[in-house]
């Protein structure tokens, strides 16, 4: 088990910018995925970035993608979203996740996952 901890969230206009951060204490395995997922009032939670650890293999979804930078420092255990050029449709809940399982990280969904921290809040205005 990991605790996971968000923060980094706010209120921007679009085209502004935000960094989000997750702070991560626990035991984790050398290889294994953190991801950032979001959730919208009303919305299915989705899938925006996942980071396998060894390698640093990096997996978007379509919305973050050419926007969104996924990054993880080993050594500060910590894992970042970086989220330039931001829209009125990327106001959402964000969270921080991890699968210990071992597995690449190519299916960045809600069931792979089961290390949650409590999310922090991205509200972008037009």
């Known amino acids: 088990q990991v605790k996971l901890v968000e923060s980094g969230g706010g209120s921007v206009q679009a085209g502004g910018s935000l960094r989000l951060s997750c702070s991560v204490s626990?035991?984790?395995?050398?290889?294994?995925?953190f991801a950032w997922f979001r959730q919208a009032p009303g919305n299915q939670r989705e899938g925006v970035a996942a980071i396998y650890t060894r390698g640093s293999v990096i997996y978007y979804t379509d919305p973050a993608k050419g926007r969104f930078t996924i990054s993880h420092d080993k050594n500060a255990n910590m894992v970042f979203l970086q989220m330039t050029n931001l829209k009125p449709e990327d106001t959402a809940m964000y969270f921080c996740?991890?699968?210990?399982?071992?597995?690449?990280?190519?299916?960045?969904?809600?069931?792979?996952?089961?290390?949650w921290g409590q999310g922090t809040q991205v509200t972008v205005s037009a």
């Open positions: 996740a991890a699968d210990l399982s071992g597995d690449y990280c190519h299916y960045i969904t809600p069931e792979r996952y089961h290390n």
């Open positions: 626990g035991n984790t395995p050398s290889g294994h995925c």
